[in-house]
């Protein structure tokens, strides 16, 4: 039995959706998506204190989380390769604050914009999709060029 994610994706009932989670900050999305079916070969975050609470909520037991392999770097420095070939999704919430409709609205002049840091591992694992969550500001007209 398969189950259609979109029309383009179709998945085995029994089987978990492999993708790599990047800026998981303390895995909120990681933990919906895996309720959705998709099984995270690694959750990216640079922040020590994010990848601590999502050790610790591990250490505790939370269900579903136990295999979640959580490491903490700079996406600039990952070889994607590194994560196997096989990932069918890239997901996560690549830094808000260069697009916010609040602070300098820098855009990709602002040394936090990793956007093409999420653009630079699709192309890289080929994934069959992705998602990627930011605000509503990324859409503005000034950000266009």
């Known amino acids: 039995m398969y189950a259609i994610l979109n029309k383009y994706i ?10 790599l989670e990047m ?3 303390a895995g909120g999305l990681a933990l919906g998506l895996h309720q959705a079916g998709f099984q995270p070969t ?5 922040n020590k204190d994010s990848c601590n609470n999502i050790k610790a909520n ?4 939370f269900t579903g989380i136990e295999n979640w392999n959580v490491i903490q770097t700079d996406v600039r420095l990952v070889q994607y390769s590194d994560y196997g070939a096989d990932v069918q999704f890239i997901t996560g919430g690549p830094p808000c604050q260069p697009f916010s409709l609040g602070g300098k ?4 002049t602002d040394a936090r914009d990793m956007f093409p840091e999420a653009v630079r591992a699709v192309r890289e694992l080929q994934p069959q999709g992705f998602i990627f969550e930011n ?10 060029s």
């Open 105 to 108: 609205h820098k855009a990709n």
């Open 58 to 61: 591990i250490a505790n037991g």
């Open 10 to 19: 179709y998945v085995e009932d029994s089987k978990m959706i492999r993708s």
């Open 135 to 144: 605000v509503k500001g990324l859409l503005r007209k000034s950000f266009s």
């Open 42 to 46: 690694a959750l990216l975050e640079w």
């Open 23 to 25: 800026f998981c900050g």
